[in-house]
């Protein structure tokens, strides 16, 4: 009797199969820390339905790698056992670098390094853990050795990531806008000369896939309060750093303790072995454990900034557009070093700008390729004769100046 | 201009209307804690999907009271403003009293009060932060004073509690099956003699409820890995309790301490305001805090039990019928001393057998009315050619027993 | 580069894609003759979106009898390609002999032979018109030289029949309760001994699809107002017939005159080929058209008939339970004849009474086999603890009283 | 004890409430006319769950228009319970000029008048035979003496029409892309000068309901599949209207044989009652019923094509762009002349090109109102970072060669 598959049930694409030969690494602990590491950081202010996991889109995202192969061999090109399974071993694990609310901790204590490369030493880390067992899913991610349109799957303007976390956070966050049509934008996808393209009568579907992208963008990922949200913890953060570098203790458990107290580089993350350890034994708990304890300390800055996070007192933004004036920090400054005695340095933690943008496609990126219904393959910005070069390439930012809702 | 209601974005239902005048209540902080407590505890370890909060139930049930409201209304049931807003308030605040974890809570740190009586203790505690504004929503949830069918739509065998957790739960596990009908069920509610009634062409809806509601038993929140989950958290925290009492420093937040080294009696909760403030200052966060902290204790009970859990090595389980012979637990309990060298008081954390149960339906509890088309009240089990009394009142038993993955 | 396969958008299901060596079979007249009969009749009367086609629901069953197969193959089950297309083909067809109003034809002309023995003659000549490509699926669909439990996935008490026809008449209607979860009972399906099983744990699935069955016959395929407007159709041929008979020229399409004029037996079906071209001549257009013409005939009895059908003037309907008493068919009688100066035979038109039954589950005819976890196999009623055979083979039974609206 | 309301089940958007004092109106024969002609023509030949009716459309508008008029409210919008309900009768019976299959009626058996100017002639014939009870909705559905923004809810570039039935053809159709965000939209209206605005927050929404029309158009309405079904539909009439008038008798329902016999004009239309009678005699089944008949015609030309398609034999297309080579008609004429020995006149029928075109916004036609923040309005056109005036001014041409299928 054969073994049974085992099944992961996931209300966004149903049943999901998973082959036995790789519960181990599911079970690993750095996959097993994505359970605890929730997708979308503080987006659930805004939308409180956003509290699903890294881990479930790891899952997601590999089930969708997994339709994307079956549809290519359909399509006749060649894939082998070793190489399918290398696409989706390197899709289950491309998001094993980030950290709680990484956007935060970009912004605070991990820098000189980018989520992406700590992926990939977490991944060399498992793969001695495991035996060589993922070498080829190394390979794939980093794009060496394997067929490139298996790297374009896991990572390019049209791969099985954004595929899958645009549904899936349109899904949780219930926008149903940001729905993508993952099953017609892969029935389209094919492989040209190494390069994975997209049948022309997609290419609807293509320009729905990036206005959902950028919807989503403006609506929800950048929605103001939930990057205000997120300004406040990393204000929190930076305040705590500077206390604990100051000698003053902060209740708050060991692996953030490391990283409060200490400069870490890149390099650091790269030579010292216990610095990765540290990270990875961090996720949302320490960091929402830590601002709940710290609403409790005696500096007043990191109290208020706690106590107003938890409590959902989030300051006031105003949205200014390119060109438009910033506001006048200095009154602001001085007015909230009158009312709490506190210094004008201190000051700066209660207002600023903080400043968001996004790309709706990038063509120099690699871009999404077109095969036209002659044989040729063309850039979608050539293709589409809607999305043209101008109207793609537009980069579009926005200031969010906020300051203590008093 | 008349001020825009507030509104928010439910995958479930939509979006709902928030009335700006119960904003200050959504925003107190014993309202906001909800938004930390996810609603099914552990059963995510099964269900990857299951990470919504008690906050979002909240809101979607009371959102199904207005439905409900609207719809008895328009039956001619006459309900005041400041009645509908009594019981609104009352359904969103009735799961305050709610620890993380509940249940596990119930079995190791809290006892002699109920969840229900915590959360009218916490209603009161907002009430007078709130200078009275909550009183009437306090008596729809006590029964008292207030029309008795508002307070069968808080709390009986169908009210707007199930309607919301059985279709919710149901959506973010992907189980289809648990989806219930709220929408048609509402429309046949009716008030006879201040009792709620369905209209008797609902009573497929209404049996089909029930099927629904014993599936989700089974299927998810008594299914045996997520309990055994909770288990191995129960063992837990009782191990760490007596290590605590024994003078053992545990590093844990101040919260959480203080129910470790202390024991806590219902009055303690009815008199000591502190007790009350200490519980409501813990969340999953804490919980999960803890356990990733005592990982590394140097206790083997402890750290053992905490590394399974957090790494996903649960124990292993066998399904007994009632009548089923139990496992020998003194065989393992010498096997566990041999190995690790440990007491035989100490193995006994590491095997045991869980005993879960559930009704389909309680007719004593006050059971479910429906009003036949001769305008007769009949209970449910008398009114339904399929679910007498013989098959909705059996009650179903099974024991997980449990031991350690070696 | 390999064939590509056909893909049908089904909203039911997605993208089910279609065999290219199959395309010969579906583009057959007597299949394309399914896109033109509906397959609810005229429920849509009470769910106006119940308009969709026995076409569509072929398909589905197909899909679901494929994923079927996938799983049983999984599961270690032996089945060949050719059983497989077989198996697809069969299921495909099963519904190739169903008339226009199929309920309605049997009431009036067709008589002495089933819709399932008109499938079969159907096939027949298919498979003469295809060279028989056909043979095996017609062994599967009677049951001979192929694996009995591919017969029992066509037709049984837990075929792919009725897990797609539940689920897509939900699904059109609106009626959520009525949405089975297939995708779950095929996951549990095996084979033991030529016999379709369903593992144990499956078994609350097993209940809830019977309850939905149960929901979806009560609540839709009986609701009273579709029935009486199927009932209504039913009076209009056989008045229509009846003056055709009498010598009275009809204006309707050939193919239905062919069955006004004649009286047609099983064996006509069986041996005269005319018979069953102009049965397959006729779908829902021919029906509709004729009561649309017939609308403005000089006969009052078929003009009124038809008039109320179409601008939805129903007869008014009592439900009567068993036992209750039958309304006075003499007075209405007597009030007809005096209000229309209509002959007493005339006036049987206008009132009767329809009497309606279903069954939730028969054990008789096969039954629902469950593999317990200790390898042996139950019938259902005996495996759960609530459906037991006093539940489940309850006969419920309604009547419909109806007369005409004055 | 109020008169309960009577609820539509809408697959679409659950269930509607229908407020009995318009019973009247939905069960007017104009109105159940509907029911029997399908919302999207021969689409079912590329969709098949395709099959849903016009009248549920209008239920649906008419849901939404509710929907929106509760919103407009909200924002202090003065509507009066009878401008309220004049504008929810407008958008009801917006569409009852439409003919069966419309757009093959307006190239072959109705000129000189528009299926809107019909859907006039209709609702003042309702009006008649209900005593002037839908004055006030003519009113508004001509944009005279109603609020103007109410007649552009009812018909403008964002009616609640088209977010009716982008949303409901997605949904049958099983093309999700095509789904707009109703309620989100409808949540973002406001009036401005009596003109209806989208406030600026709205505008992401407002450019995915622009790509989604885009995209149902080139997927969907605009397939080339269905498309060329309809061409060989309107070559079908055009033919039999040929036969016809030659003095050869076609066998077909007399209000069919009344447009066939005759030329028509739109003042016929306007000044003869009976020609709207047999407009409104007609539907879907009467032109299906004819082309059944009609394959057995003895004329080639007509019986081939109505065989063809029957059985889903359609021509072959090519798709040319602007600019393209156009095929060559001459040899495919010589081609069928010889082959089939018929004149080069009715060869005519067996090949040709149809064009089709689409504009995904019109700002001139009034276009698509933001509210800035600042207050002021703008054309959507100048207020989209990404829908600029060049990209939405696009019109986009193809053309559809096709032949015969041999």
Chains 1, 2, 3, 4 share one sequence.
Request: aromatic share 8%.
């Amino acid at each position: 009797m054969p073994t049974k598959r085992k099944i992961i049930n996931d209300p966004v694409f149903g049943f999901i199969s998973i082959p036995r030969h790789i519960l181990d690494v599911l079970g690993h602990p750095d996959v097993q820390r994505l359970t605890r590491i929730r997708q979308m950081g503080l987006s659930n202010t805004v939308y409180p339905g956003a509290m699903h996991t890294r881990f479930l889109h790891s899952i997601g995202a590999m089930h969708l790698m997994s339709e994307a192969i079956a549809q290519l061999r359909q399509q006749g090109v060649d894939i082998s056992t070793a190489q399918s399974e290398a696409a989706r071993l390197a899709i289950l694990l491309h998001d094993t670098g980030h950290g709680p609310f990484s956007h935060v901790l970009e912004h605070t204590i991990v820098s000189g390094i980018t989520h992406e490369e700590i992926s990939l030493l977490i991944m060399q880390r498992i793969n001695e853990d495991l035996g060589g067992k993922i070498s080829d899913a190394i390979e794939v991610f980093t794009d060496h050795e394997q067929p490139h349109f298996l790297h374009q799957l896991v990572s390019s303007q049209l791969d099985v990531d954004r595929l899958d976390y645009l549904s899936r956070d349109s899904f949780f966050c219930g926008v149903s806008e940001g729905m993508v049509a993952s099953a017609r934008i892969i029935n389209m996808l094919n492989v040209v000369d190494d390069n994975l393209v997209v049948e022309a009568k997609g290419i609807y579907s293509v320009e729905k896939f990036l206005l959902a992208r950028r919807l989503m963008y403006w609506q929800v990922y950048l929605h103001k309060t939930s990057v205000i949200a997120e300004q406040m913890l990393t204000l929190i953060l930076k305040r705590a750093r500077q206390l604990s570098q100051n000698g003053e203790g902060l209740l708050c458990l060991p692996p953030l303790s490391f990283f409060m107290e200490n400069d870490i580089t890149g390099d650091d993350f790269r030579t010292n072995r216990d610095v990765l350890d540290a990270y990875t034994a961090m996720d949302d708990h320490d960091v929402i454990a830590a601002v709940k304890t710290w609403q409790y300390s005696k500096d007043f800055v990191l109290s208020k900034l706690c106590q107003d996070l938890l409590n959902r007192r989030f300051f006031k933004v105003t949205v200014l557009n390119d060109g438009d004036d910033m506001p006048d920090g200095e009154s602001l400054t001085a007015q909230y070093v009158k009312s709490f005695g506190i210094s004008p340095e201190e000051a700066q933690y209660f207002h600023g700008v903080r400043t968001v943008s996004t790309d709706t496609y990038n063509a120099d990126d690699g871009g999404i390729r077109i095969l036209m219904n002659d044989g040729q393959v063309r850039d979608l910005a050539d293709a589409s004769d809607m999305l043209n070069h101008s109207v793609l390439n537009k980069h579009v930012r926005k200031h969010y100046a906020y300051q203590l809702r008093m």
